[in-house]
């Protein structure tokens, strides 16, 4: 399984955000430090927003905060949040798609369908055991990281 770059791109939102925790962080901010467009970094933040994991502010003094605190942020949620389709095979896709035609001619006697929904359930359940704050623990390291030398 493969998370989207958008999925990814909120993963770091999230993190630099809760880094910053003295202070607002701005889409400027994610944008540079990550180096991702400023418009990506946009969709991410009205994604993560509507989802319930940020808050923003607007105008002069604004930017980013964890709309809950780090520990209540499940990366299984977000992660679920952020990814559109996780049907890593064709028989995996939802039963509307499947009525619009196509489809795997084993499907419903295969056996792997079953192997590919568990191994699909067990990623999400190990997400599921951390939170943002288990993702951001390592903070001094994580801060030498991704501030830029003077």
């Known amino acids: 399984m493969q998370l989207s770059?958008?999925?990814?791109?909120?993963?770091?939102?999230?993190m630099l955000t809760a880094l910053n925790?003295?202070?607002?962080?701005?889409i400027e901010e994610v944008a540079t430090t990550y180096g991702i467009s400023k418009e990506?970094?946009?969709?991410?933040?009205?994604?993560?927003?509507?989802?319930g994991f940020l808050e923003g502010t607007r105008g002069r003094g604004g930017g980013l905060r964890l709309a809950m605190p780090a520990e209540a942020i499940r990366i299984g949620d977000v992660v679920r949040g952020t990814e559109t389709n996780f049907a890593m095979a064709e028989c995996l896709r939802r039963e509307r798609d499947r009525a619009l035609g196509g489809g795997c001619p084993i499907d419903g006697v295969c056996r792997l369908t079953g192997m590919?929904?568990?191994?699909?359930?067990?990623?999400?359940?190990?997400?599921d055991r951390h939170t943002l704050a288990d993702a951001v623990a390592n903070r001094p390291a994580l801060l030498t990281r991704l501030t830029p030398a003077a």
């Open 116 to 127: 590919l929904r568990g191994a699909a359930n067990a990623f999400l359940a190990e997400l």
């Open 21 to 26: 925790t003295d202070r607002r962080t701005t």
């Open 5 to 14: 770059q958008f999925t990814d791109y909120a993963l770091r939102t999230l």
């Open 40 to 51: 990506h970094v946009r969709k991410v933040v009205h994604q993560l927003t509507r989802l």
